[in-house]
């Protein structure tokens, strides 16, 4: 199975990447860009098919290493597949 | 006093530490691959060199700051081992959870390289003791993750606990209050983006950073 890691920073911390890609967008004469924020997906693949105990340690995974959580959040998606 | 300097993977500084360290203390310093499980016995002082370890793959420091040795040194820390960290170093100790907060991209998206004048906050502290309160000192900066950042509750406390002992004249990457060094609560942890190890023979273009060293040693 799958397991995709959103990682973003939290609201509230300055994200001068976001900031100047929807700046470029704007000039592009993309106008309805309000506001961007960039972040990174991990993608894992994992073996195993107990999908919540996966979710679990996934979370774990999250939180000793994918994200720094002084400064940003997770989503994680599980998949299947 | 021995001291030590911890390489990973893509350090680039730990040369210059080392150099720094044994100028300062007449001793060579040990040079310690980050695979290893514990610091030798009798290891007084450690230096978290500056690089880019791992490629700052991930996020700059994350990896470096999982390896075997960073453990050791960590609970080493909180006995009351003295730890610096310069540049790459110091985002490895907020990696390691040793100093709070974080280091962000610079707010201007540039690399910064160039001579940064700082302000000693105060002379009280293991690490500025040499220094005059309030003085002025030229360290060469070089990084492009060096915006220092932390929630409001934590920089409140550094400030309240007078640990922040270095502040920017003039900013060059964003950090919140104008940081550029901060020490943790048990006061022998330091991390700072600039490199007082780059900053100690007159061939860098000035000495300011030998009282760093100085006054860390002189306690041990």
């Keep these: 199975m799958k397991a995709l890691v959103y990682v973003g920073l939290k609201p509230g911390v300055l994200d001068p990447q976001g900031r100047t890609i929807a700046r470029s967008l704007n000039d592009l004469g993309f106008g309805e860009v309000e506001s961007a924020l960039q972040g990174k997906v991990i993608e894992l693949n994992l073996s195993g098919d107990d999908m919540k105990a996966a979710e679990a340690r996934v979370v774990e995974m999250c939180e000793k290493l994918l994200a720094n959580t002084v400064i940003e959040n997770y989503r994680i998606e599980m998949r299947a597949e | ?220």
């Design chain 2, 1 to 220: 006093m021995q001291t030590a300097v911890i390489r990973f993977p893509a350090s680039n500084c730990d040369r210059d530490a080392a150099v720094a360290l044994e100028k300062i203390t007449g001793r060579k310093p040990l040079i310690i691959w980050h695979r290893e499980t514990e610091l030798p016995a009798g290891v007084g002082f450690v230096v978290m060199p500056g690089g880019f370890s791992y490629g700052d793959y991930l996020r700059s420091g994350a990896i470096a700051s999982r390896s075997p040795i960073v453990q050791d040194i960590k609970a080493k820390s909180e006995r009351g081992l003295a730890v610096a960290g310069f540049c790459n170093g110091f985002q490895i100790l907020t990696e390691a959870g040793m100093l709070p907060g974080a280091l962000m991209r610079n707010k201007n998206l540039k690399f910064v390289c160039r001579p940064e004048t700082l302000t000693v906050t105060h002379s009280d502290s293991k690490f500025t003791s040499k220094y005059k309160a309030k003085s002025e000192v030229v360290f060469p900066v070089a990084h492009h993750d060096g915006n220092y950042f932390a929630d409001k509750e934590t920089v409140g406390r550094l400030e309240k606990e007078g640990r922040v002992l270095f502040r920017y004249t003039d900013n060059p990457n964003g950090s919140i209050n104008d940081i550029a060094g901060i020490v943790n609560a048990g006061g022998n942890v330091f991390g700072m983006m600039p490199h007082p190890e780059r900053a100690i023979d007159p061939l860098h273009g000035g000495t300011d950073g030998i009282d760093l060293f100085k006054s860390i040693l002189e306690t041990l």
